[in-house]
């Protein structure tokens, strides 16, 4: 479908895009297409690689996630694509400057500059007239701590890129610190979309870590916008035991109060609907197939699949009235 098709009418819709990697940068790309009202709110938890450096040297949120937002809203000229190439390339040397990534480090300075988390990232966003907003889910930086069986034994596992390639299987996460502060411009957006999005995505470490932020979650539960959850396509480590059907339960059940309105999920990636459909009903969701993979790999969200699917979606469910 033409980009431009894909585009007519919806640069006023409000959309609210939650998580944080690979996932959120799909659900950004192909939002972009749609409207340049998009706020990525992110995650703030990633404790690994350049990120996880810069955190423990510097005390500050790691950048990484933030960076991948940033980079997906660059549109498709010139100008975007040249600095998403420039915010997402990586040093390779043999001092200490190996492996991290340039966007990283421009998003510390000009925190360090600024002294403001959101004024650092605005002013970023308007380097690169990005079409949208990125704001981290919490000004402070987080722990994800898991309870898990492995073996058959229970057992708890600290940190994000444990929790990520612990291969175990996952029974809920916490955060620490547990009721850390929530933007009030995250806040704000929340109660201003027409929409909100949740993954796909890391689902315990980049997903369900955005329920378990008190403000942010009161106004998840309150917003008038509806709300959709994207299935992944296939499973990662995190959730290589885990049916779609689990994964929507575990997600209910680390905020139960909270009703969503749409699941979205790729045509050719379930096989077992009755227990989705089941688990979509636990929520109060309505099931959405649709085709969303990349043609040339089923492990990839294609972004035109992606954004005719939202744009269907948008179409079919009218948003709350205020």
């Known amino acids: 479908m033409p980009m431009n098709s894909l585009r007519a009418g919806y640069r006023g819709r409000r959309v609210v895009a939650l998580g944080g990697g690979h996932g959120l940068y799909a659900t950004l790309s192909a939002l972009r297409i749609l409207t340049s009202n998009v706020t990525a709110i992110v995650t703030v938890a990633d404790d690994g690689g350049s990120s996880g450096r810069i955190r423990e040297q510097m005390d500050v949120l790691p950048p990484g996630d933030l960076r991948m937002a940033l980079s997906a809203l660059c549109d498709d000229g010139e100008w975007g694509q040249t600095w998403r190439d420039v915010l997402q390339y990586r040093f390779e040397s043999s001092g200490d400057l190996n492996g991290h990534s340039v966007g990283n480090l421009l998003i510390v300075a000009t925190w360090a500059l600024l002294d403001d988390q959101i004024a650092g990232l605005d002013f970023i966003g308007r380097l ?99 709300r959709m959850l994207v299935l992944n396509l296939v499973p990662d480590e995190e959730t290589a035991t885990c049916s779609a059907a689990s994964l929507v339960e575990a997600f209910h059940q680390h905020l139960p109060q909270m009703r969503l309105d749409v699941i979205l999920v790729n045509s050719g990636s379930v096989t077992q609907w009755e227990a989705l459909q089941e688990a979509a009903d636990l929520v109060g969701a309505q099931l ?6 990349s043609k040339n790999n089923r492990a990839v969200h294609d972004p035109l699949f992606l954004a005719a699917a939202f744009r269907e979606v948008f179409d079919t469910f009218t948003p709350r009235m205020s």
């Open 128 to 226: 690169l007239d990005i079409k949208g907003r990125v704001i981290p889910m919490s000004s402070t930086p987080l722990e994800i701590v898991a309870d898990v069986i492995t073996d058959g034994q229970r057992k708890v596992v600290t940190g994000q890129v444990a929790v990520a390639t612990s291969k175990a299987n996952v029974e809920r996460v916490q955060i620490l610190p547990e009721n850390p502060p929530a933007h009030s411009e995250a806040i704000d957006a929340v109660h201003d979309a027409d929409w909100v999005i949740f993954g796909p995505g890391s689902w315990y470490t980049s997903i369900i870590p955005h329920l378990l932020v008190p403000d942010l979650a009161d106004s998840l539960i309150n917003t008038r916008a509806k």
């Open 288 to 293: 959405v197939r649709h085709r969303l993979e």
